[in-house]
């Protein structure tokens, strides 16, 4: 690509720290699952966006302290999840950084009233959303583009004896993948449905 010629008018980039909204957050169908949108502030030099700020999360009711984060990279086609972790349930803020992924969540906290409910939305690169998945949910995505990445934060450190899976097309969950065939993992592939899980969660 040839590099373009330095420009010599100067154009005013707004300062997106003087935002009086820099995330909106919003509940969506199942309780306790949010979208959140950065407030982007860009021209023709790039963009910048906030994707974390404590007050913000505290605001919508979102009380997470992260202590570990993650980036997995996916080719088109590859499904992952459905994953959680019990004990130590791990709460999830995930976002896509390049391309485009499906993204769900699933509530498998035995006594929820949402028990075996699920949300998807789709997370890329150009719209910037994000998804808080708490703990006591499982959490799994597809990816709709090669080369797709999920960058994500997470609420508590991985524990593999206590990483689990559940099946990604169980019935009883109904989830709407928009893939029919996807690539999976062994481990994914031989998951068991939620209503054959030993370890689950427990609503509070």
Known sequence: MTPRPPRLRVKRFSNPLLSSAPLNIRETTLPGVFIIEPNVRGDDRGFFMETYRLDAFRDA?????FVQDNHSRSAKGVLRGLHYQEPNAQGKLVRCTRGALYDVAVDIRRGSPSFGRWFGTELTESNK????????????????EDTSDLVYKCTTLYDPPADRAILWNDP?????????????????????????????????
Request: charge should be neutral.
């Open 61 to 65: 009711g979102i009380d997470a302290v």
């Open 172 to 204: 009883d969950i109904g989830i709407q993948w928009p893939i029919a065939s996807p690539l999976l993992s062994t481990k994914d592939a031989a998951a068991p449905r939620l209503r054959d899980a030993t370890f689950l969660p427990t609503h509070p």
């Open 129 to 144: 959303r994000m998804l808080w998945v708490p703990p006591g949910f499982a959490h799994g995505f597809c990816a709709l």
